[in-house]
């Protein structure tokens, strides 16, 4: 069966509900501990707010599925790819850099490159899309499959084989740690509060196992193409879905779920839930045509790059500006006004709410005047 035009749609949707639920759980406010649900796992384990990230790259995969097919030759194909993934990678290279100045007790300071961290969000889906890309392009469906167990499987071998002794899945002792300093230097990672230890989320190694879930989301667009907006659909992919998980659930009983050392576990326990999570888009937008909500989440879907870079840099500058001496605007408005009316964790809760509908309003107005910001 030929599809529609709403398949892009419904791919923007679940995009669109993937940037929505990041910019909630990347701006918690302050003053408070963050409500439990918006914050990651303090290493092993699951929270929804590990699902995020991982859901775009599956995203990332399922709309390659759809533009694979316009590459009209190799040659172009190797261009169009690669320069996305330089702009994108470099995106999040100035994203960490900017403001590109800090304050001291005197003023203003340059922050050196030296001190600027090389990986992150932006360069870590710059890296996925492209060696994805290459992965299922240039390779038979039996070959990606054979590729993307082989790098699950690497990934964990390699942990085991070259971590600390003992302390294979541990943040300082595992072989992602230790690579990410030997090739970029403690001073090039991401250190959490600006302390002492080096340790980048989004490392070297572990963008391995990220590929998968770009491939997960590609293997998932070309099935929904061939088998169409049909109940056979949903029920396959809800039940690949389940498979998933509970292999990932095993597998997790001798290698760890993390989302801070992205393990296989973790990449099937997210593809999993991600192929539940659309099948049911599917049902409820492809089958049962239920529309109600879904132009909110459109908005956050046409232009994900824009708003998302907006939703960070917007942070990083109310952060930086200062209402009095050692007190961020950020955290003024979350002491004087958040706080005193919403107590604790709801005060965080709603401050990120706020902050993701302002996003949300630039979005609203970018896609009224039919602005797109495409790579």
């Known amino acids: 069966m030929a599809l529609s035009n709403n398949r892009f749609i419904t791919l923007d949707i679940f995009r669109g509900m993937t940037i929505c639920f990041m910019i909630i759980v990347n701006a918690p406010g302050s003053g408070a501990l963050q409500w439990a649900p918006l914050d990651h796992a303090a290493w092993f384990g699951f929270t929804p707010t590990d699902l995020v990230f991982p859901s775009f790259l599956f995203a990332v995969g399922n709309a390659l599925s759809f533009s694979k097919a316009k590459f009209e030759s190799n040659g172009a194909f190797l261009r169009k790819i690669g320069k996305r993934a330089v702009i994108i990678f470099l995106l999040g290279y100035l994203m960490y850099w900017f403001p590109f100045v800090h304050r001291e007790a005197e003023g203003w300071a340059f922050n050196p490159l030296a001190n600027t961290r090389i990986m992150g969000v ?10 994805g890309s290459l992965i299922v392009h240039y390779c038979s469906k039996k070959a990606i499959l054979i590729i993307s167990a082989a790098l699950l499987l690497g990934y964990w071998v390699f942990l085991l084989l070259f971590g600390e002794p003992g302390k294979e899945f541990t943040m300082l002792g595992n072989a992602g740690t230790r690579l990410d300093i030997l090739i970029m230097g403690n001073a090039h990672l991401y250190h959490d509060k600006g302390g002492p230890i080096a340790f980048d989320p989004e490392g070297l190694l572990s963008t391995l196992t990220g590929i998968v879930n770009v491939i997960g989301g590609y293997l998932a667009g070309v099935y929904i193409q061939q088998k169409g907006r049909r ?14 998980i509970g292999v990932a659930l095993f597998w997790g009983q001798f290698f ?11 990449t099937l326990l997210t593809i999993g839930i991600d192929l539940v999570i659309i099948g049911i888009l599917i049902y409820a937008i492809e089958i049962k045509n239920v529309k109600r909500g879904t132009n909110f989440f459109l908005v956050f879907g046409r232009n994900s790059l824009a708003i998302y870079l907006l939703s960070e840099l917007l942070l990083t500058v109310l952060s930086t500006v200062w209402v009095k001496p050692n007190l961020s605007f950020y955290d003024w408005i979350n002491q004087v006004f ?31 005047r039919k602005i797109y910001v495409k790579i």
């Open 122 to 131: 932006l360069q870590r889906i710059a890296l996925c899309y492209l060696f």
């Open 338 to 368: 958040y706080q005193p009316l919403f107590p604790g964790a709801l005060g965080t809760l709603v401050f990120a709410l706020c902050y993701m509908t302002l996003c949300w309003f630039v979005g609203y107005v970018m896609d009224k």
């Open 231 to 244: 109940y056979e659909t949903v029920a396959k992919l809800l039940m690949a879905g389940a498979v998933l």
């Open 256 to 266: 760890p779920i993390a989302k801070k050392l992205w393990t296989s576990s973790f």
